[in-house]
């Protein structure tokens, strides 16, 4: 594993972040800056645009947050380097994410919109944890209508362990963690990338699914290298 390489590839991924917020607010001055103007030609509650924007919201949120816990259980200068960017970089998805339900008119939890509705090729079992559970019971504030995970989100309980395990241990959970939760993510801007109409948050999505390929790669080398594996 090269850090060089690591550090480059962010760079690249913000870059492109960057780019798209520009072209967001680009579109926005052309519509004369009226919000009003702005939300009359913006997709629907219901739609797959509006509905990625709040689940990927959440779904970034629980990445950064796991990220946090194992800079603080590790002194591992790999890991907290990437855990450093996966937060630096998905918090500023999510802020972008959330901006264009602001700018869309739009709440940012939809009433009566279980979470997931919009990808209605993703099978229920798929909501579910790595192992095919619910979560139920140990669960807070991830869950979907009916009980279940959105694609990859760890349980509070696995969050929990996190924030107590220490070393190599909190290494590999979190690797394996993040690889579960990079899938899930890779899954539903895949699902952007293919039903979302407006055009900036489609290319979001693509680079998303780019990137998080690439940190899988990563993540499945980091883990060889402490003699563990992704654990599906």
């Known amino acids: 594993m090269t850090v060089r390489l690591t550090r ?3 760079v690249a991924i913000t870059a492109v972040v960057l780019a798209l917020l520009f072209a967001g607010a680009a579109t926005v001055a052309s519509a004369g800056g009226d919000r009003r103007t702005t939300a009359a030609g913006a997709p629907g509650g219901d739609s797959a645009d509006a509905g990625f924007a709040r ?27 990437l855990a450093y960017d996966i ?16 700018l869309w008119g739009l709440p940012k939890v939809g009433s009566g ?3 997931m509705a919009w990808m209605k ?6 909501h579910a944890g790595h192992d095919g559970h619910t979560g139920e019971g140990d669960q807070a504030g991830h869950e979907t209508g009916d009980g279940s995970l959105m694609p990859g989100m760890a349980t509070q309980a696995e969050l929990d362990r ?19 939760h990079h899938k899930g993510g890779v899954a539903m801007a895949q699902g952007c990338a293919g039903l979302c109409t407006v055009a ?9 699914v780019d990137a998080q390929q690439s940190e899988l790669n990563l993540m499945a080398d980091m883990l060889k290298e402490r003699g ?5």
Do not use: C
């Not at 996190?162 to 579960?180: F, N, P, S």
């Open 8 to 10: 480059t590839h962010w």
């Open 55 to 81: 689940d990927m919201a959440v779904h970034h949120q629980q990445a950064v947050e796991m990220s946090f816990i194992v800079r603080d259980r590790t002194e591992d200068a790999d890991v907290r380097r």
């Open 87 to 102: 937060a630096n970089t998905q918090a500023n998805q999510r802020g972008m994410l959330l901006g264009w339900l602001d």
């Open 113 to 115: 919109i279980g979470p």
């Open 121 to 126: 090729s993703v099978k229920p079992s798929e």
């Open 162 to 180: 996190l924030a107590t395990a220490k070393g190599r241990q909190a290494e590999i959970l979190y690797l394996q963690l993040m690889t579960d």
């Open 200 to 208: 900036p948050e489609k290319s979001l999505a693509q680079g998303m």
């Open 228 to 232: 563990a594996a992704p654990r599906s």
